[in-house]
């Protein structure tokens, strides 16, 4: 069964800073997605990752692929207020669903 | 386009009443799915459609019904409701995985409803 692990799920860091969010999956995948939701709002995708070495960027966020290590990485530079959010990763299962991660709850403090 | 739309918002059940979520796409999309967000959680899959009068289920499937009558419409049916199915309910939708024109290979989601059961 496929399994999707964030870490960490809760972050706090200082504006200004950077940090690093991992999500690693248990089975054979070449779809990632990243996701982010405000508090009381649906989900914005972020991200899509479609093949082992996939890079996206999208202002501070820098997303990653490693279909190898079944890891993907979603990088945060010079954090700013905006981007607190929670953030999901997801992988695509063979039955055309995507299972989620727990999620990792962001707060960018001044 | 409208996108996906879910219908209610917010809703207050008793124990023991029915209700139906609604959830109509208009992109055309062949796969649409029901996730539940309990608080602090991730999103576990209900149940899910690859197409008109085609449904399965997903991991958490008990206390639900749904039904694909049309491309557009995936309602979700509560029989009986309980406290444990207070949560946040997500509809999504997808279009094809192959990249052919039109394709989204991510969900599309509606903005939610949120169930209280007391």
């Known amino acids: 069964e496929l399994k999707v692990e964030q870490n960490p799920l809760f972050l706090s860091m200082q504006e200004g800073k950077n940090y690093t969010i991992y999500c690693n999956y248990s089975?054979?995948?070449?779809?990632l997605y990243w996701y982010r939701q405000d508090p009381g709002k649906s989900l914005e995708s972020l991200f899509v990752?479609?093949?082992?070495?996939a890079v996206k960027q999208e202002g501070r966020l820098m997303a990653s692929l490693d279909t190898k290590a079944r890891l993907s990485t979603l990088h945060i530079t010079a954090a700013v207020h905006d981007l607190s959010a929670t953030y999901f990763c997801?992988?695509?299962?063979?039955?055309?669903?995507?299972?989620f991660g727990a999620g990792t709850r962001l707060t960018v403090k001044p | 386009n409208a996108g996906v739309t879910q219908t209610p918002k917010f809703r207050i059940l008793k124990i023991g009443q029915s209700m139906t979520l609604q959830c109509t796409q208009d992109?055309?999309?062949?796969?649409m799915y029901w996730y539940r967000q309990d608080p602090g959680m991730g999103l576990k899959l209900i149940y899910y459609?690859?197409?008109?009068?085609?449904?399965d289920k997903g991991e958490v499937p008990n206390g639900y019904n749904v039904s694909r009558s049309t491309t557009e419409d995936f309602p979700l049916r509560l029989e009986l409701a309980a406290p444990s199915q207070t949560s946040v309910y997500f509809c999504?939708?997808?279009?094809?995985?192959?990249?052919?024109?039109?394709?989204?290979?991510?969900?599309?989601f509606g903005s939610g409803t949120r169930l209280t059961v007391v």
């Open positions: 089975t054979t995948s070449d779809r």
């Open positions: 992109m055309n999309h062949n796969y």
């Open positions: 990752l479609l093949s082992n070495g």
């Open positions: 997801a992988v695509d299962r063979s039955n055309n669903d995507m299972r």
């Open positions: 459609s690859v197409g008109a009068g085609i449904t």
């Open positions: 999504a939708s997808r279009g094809p995985k192959d990249g052919s024109p039109g394709g989204n290979y991510g969900y599309t």
